[in-house]
């Protein structure tokens, strides 16, 4: 049974900064891309950020870019999320996920098939 757990969500002041990690279990991803998503309330879950199998390739969603860093150690089976300068609209459940087909790098949801259970990141103005 796959397992992917994250930690590490809070509560932070805008301006200040969380580190997300997520650990996997049953399941080697050394060889998939994995991504950081995020639901708002009322919205429909985003592409956040998304590292290839080998950690060569990154992508992030435009209001990200410069704040957070993904990050993923194939060794630990994990992968992590730095976010600096957070600001109110950064207030989501964020989700890990992994790829469900091999050797790719892609920020369309559809091919994440496993995914966390999510946790809370509220930014306070």
């Known amino acids: 049974q796959v397992q992917l757990v994250e930690s590490g969500g809070g509560l932070v002041q805008a301006g200040g900064s969380l580190r997300l990690s997520c650990a996997a279990s049953g399941r080697a991803f050394s060889n998939y891309a994995r991504g950081w998503f995020r639901q708002a309330p009322g919205k429909e879950r985003e592409f956040v950020a998304v590292?290839?199998?080998?950690?060569?390739?990154?992508y992030y969603t435009d209001s990200v870019k410069g704040r957070f860093t993904i990050s993923r150690d194939n060794v630990q089976n994990t992968v992590s999320l730095q976010m600096n300068s957070l600001k109110a609209e950064d207030t989501a459940v964020y989700y890990c996920?992994?790829?469900?087909?091999?050797?790719?790098?892609?920020?369309?949801?559809?091919?994440?098939?496993?995914w966390g259970q999510g946790t809370q990141v509220t930014v306070s103005s």
């Open positions: 590292i290839s199998w080998s950690g060569g390739t990154t």
């Open positions: 996920a992994g790829a469900g087909r091999p050797f790719i790098a892609t920020t369309d949801l559809a091919e994440y098939h496993y």
